[in-house]
């Protein structure tokens, strides 16, 4: 008989998992010219600080603009001060030129892990191409129900300028960008998030990406719906990300996270979002987007950011989005942009199960598992799982992190409890459950059923007619006074 690792149970769980599932925050931010030198403080209060609204505390940061390793070390620093020993950072060619790269990406290991070295989709093509390198970087996030999914980032930092060679110079890094999403495996989620430096979704760099292409599995789309020409209109004063400080003030959309047709079709990882509804024009605090500018409070059309009176993130974070955007003194730069990503959890439980009274190896021997709420009769989860060698098992759920019950029975062995067992993303602490033997008949006890088991079992091999391979308790392959010892052993007995 061949076991399924899921049972029915499990995958009903797995579908219904929006109701357990958790959040990942995904910011970009073009942090200009960033050596390290200055900002931090700015940079702290804007992505922790608390404002009317709380705080952005992303989970991700796809940063821009990043001048060296160093300042990229100096960015960590800011981010494991607010949150400390929780950030990581990666990044491919960064030397903040226009040669190589500027861009990094700073994430929590303890919601996302790399998934493989960054791989870089196109390099820097001189005067007349792309004029930085293009980075993927791939993710597996921490406890996710599929392990299967990846979430890859493309950090982009496009040519800036409006002029026909310019739009030209972003098309080639877009098709670039599509050639390499259009070839991902079907297990792929995929974002593109940075400064497009894009004025209008009319431009053939901005169709490139969200065209259908070869591969319409390869497209990237706007979770919020918002086409048109942004530069300088007033109809989407509340996406526009530049500039906070500079004289010609917030009138440019700059700065985007597109998404894959894969985040938006309701299942698995997906976007928090009514994806196909237009941002509101009529509010900064859109209900049916998780998608937000931070800062832009719609107040600030043509001017630098709104700082008194702030509605979204209040006065100090406002102020500090200004100070942050450029080095002291240098007019220009962004607001972050935010979204979140809503994932099925799962959790891990690991151990060992000794069966008591068996000559030979464990391995194989199916077990079943049952997760309950604690105290309740009820499972939650059923499993049968193949125990390892040792008895080991790795018993995998899409219920939440939280604490359990968890049961566990096999084939002749009376059933085990380990009660209130804390289980998360990383694991339950090693579970050891040892099982009594004896319960030929299945009834969770040894009593006299079991006896009457053995008796009619007993001198058989697994070819005699009177076989039963639940009587033969010692594991020998044969029923003898062996497996009788046993049986008195632990007469009496009854499982959890």
């Keep these: 008989m061949t076991f399924r690792r899921l049972s029915l149970s ?40 608390s404002g009317p609204v709380g ?60 998934a493989g070295a960054p791989f870089r989709v196109a390099p820097a093509g001189g005067t007349s191409g792309q004029p930085r390198d293009t ?27 409006s002029t026909s060679d310019d739009i030209n110079r972003r098309n ?16 792929y989620r995929f974002i593109l998030a940075g400064d497009t430096n894009i004025q209008t979704s009319s431009q053939s760099c901005y169709q490139t990406l969200i065209a259908n292409g070869a591969n319409s599995a390869g497209r990237f789309i706007d979770p919020i719906s918002t086409p048109g020409s942004w530069n300088n209109n007033s109809n ?14 917030m009138d440019d959309r700059f700065d985007q996270i597109l998404v894959s047709q894969a985040l938006v079709d309701g299942q698995g990882t997906d976007y928090v979002g009514h994806f196909g509804t237009p941002y509101s024009t009529t509010t900064w605090n859109d209900p049916n987007q998780s998608y937000r500018c931070w800062g832009n409070d719609g107040t600030c059309f043509n001017t630098t950011l709104t700082v008194t009176n702030n509605q979204m993130v209040g006065p100090v974070i406002a102020q500090s989005i200004i100070n942050a955007a ?27 199960t000794l069966l008591q009274n068996h000559s030979v190896s464990p391995a194989g021997i199916i077990a079943t598992f049952e997760i309950h709420a604690p105290g309740s009769p009820t499972a939650l989860d059923t499993q049968m799982i193949p125990l390892g060698a040792g008895g080991s098992f790795d018993l995998t ?19 085990g409890k380990i009660a209130n067992v804390k289980a998360g993303a990383y694991g339950a602490n090693l579970l050891n459950f040892s099982l009594r033997n004896g319960d030929v008949n ?23 007619r009177n076989w039963n391979l639940l009587a033969d308790l010692d594991g020998d392959g044969v029923v003898t006074l062996n497996d009788l010892a046993i049986l008195q052993a632990n007469y009496g007995a009854k499982g959890e």
Aim: hydrophobic content about 40%; overall charge negative.
């Design 10 to 49: 499990l995958i009903a769980a797995c579908l219904a998992a929006i109701g357990s599932a958790q959040n990942l925050r995904i910011c970009t931010w073009n942090t200009s010219l960033f050596t390290g030198a200055d900002r931090l403080n700015d940079i702290k209060v804007v992505l922790f600080n």
């Design 55 to 114: 705080a952005m505390d992303p989970d991700i940061v796809v940063a821009q603009e990043i001048q060296s390793p160093s300042a990229a070390t100096a960015y960590l620093s800011v981010l494991n001060s607010a949150e400390p020993n929780k950030w990581a950072v990666t990044y491919g060619s960064l030397t903040g030129t226009d040669s190589t790269c500027d861009t990094a990406v700073f994430y929590k290991p303890g919601k996302v892990s790399p």
């Design 135 to 161: 980075w993927r970087f791939d993710f597996h996030i921490v406890g996710d129900a599929d392990s299967h999914e990846v979430l890859a980032i493309y950090d982009v930092h496009m040519k800036a300028g």
């Design 172 to 187: 080639i890094e877009s098709q670039h960008i599509r050639t390499d999403s259009n070839s991902l495996p079907s297990n």
């Design 236 to 249: 989407y004063h509340f996406v526009h990300t530049q500039d906070p400080i500079g004289a010609g003030g």
């Design 326 to 352: 450029t080095p002291p003194g240098t007019p220009g730069g962004h607001c972050p942009v935010f979204l979140d990503l809503h994932y099925a959890t799962r959790i891990h439980i690991l151990g060992l």
């Design 397 to 415: 759920t899409c219920l939440p992190p939280g604490t359990y019950d968890v049961y566990v029975k096999a084939s002749h062995w009376l059933r």
């Design 442 to 464: 299945g009834d969770n006890q040894v009593g006299p059923l079991d006896f009457s088991a053995w008796q009619k079992a007993l001198g058989s091999t697994p070819n005699a």
